[in-house]
């Protein structure tokens, strides 16, 4: 079986992608139906991308690198 996943970002539209796969029969819709915030919540990539890019410190970006890992282990669809 073959996993289609579909993310969108803020108001791009991703859910009428959802909703045009669930109109066919041989399409299961996942358990978790909630979309994707990994870039704007917090320690999510923009955080991520602040520290690692726009202001870069050996303290900030490897602290940052550890709350970013435990962000995706506790967001991490199972």
């Known amino acids: 079986m073959r996993k289609i996943a579909c993310v969108g ?3 791009t539209g991703a859910g009428v992608i ?3 796969f669930r109109e066919f ?3 299961a819709q996942g358990t978790y139906e909630v979309e994707t915030r990994l870039l ?3 320690d999510g990539i923009s955080d991520l991308e602040y ?3 726009d202001n870069p410190h050996r303290l900030n970006s490897g602290y ?3 709350r970013f ?3 995706v282990k506790n ?3 199972s």
């Open 40 to 42: 704007q919540d917090p």
């Open 69 to 71: 890992l435990t962000y």
């Open 9 to 11: 970002y803020h108001a």
């Open 25 to 27: 029969d041989n399409v």
């Open 51 to 53: 520290y690692l890019v």
């Open 75 to 77: 967001t991490t669809r």
């Open 64 to 66: 940052e690198l550890k």
């Open 18 to 20: 959802d909703d045009l």
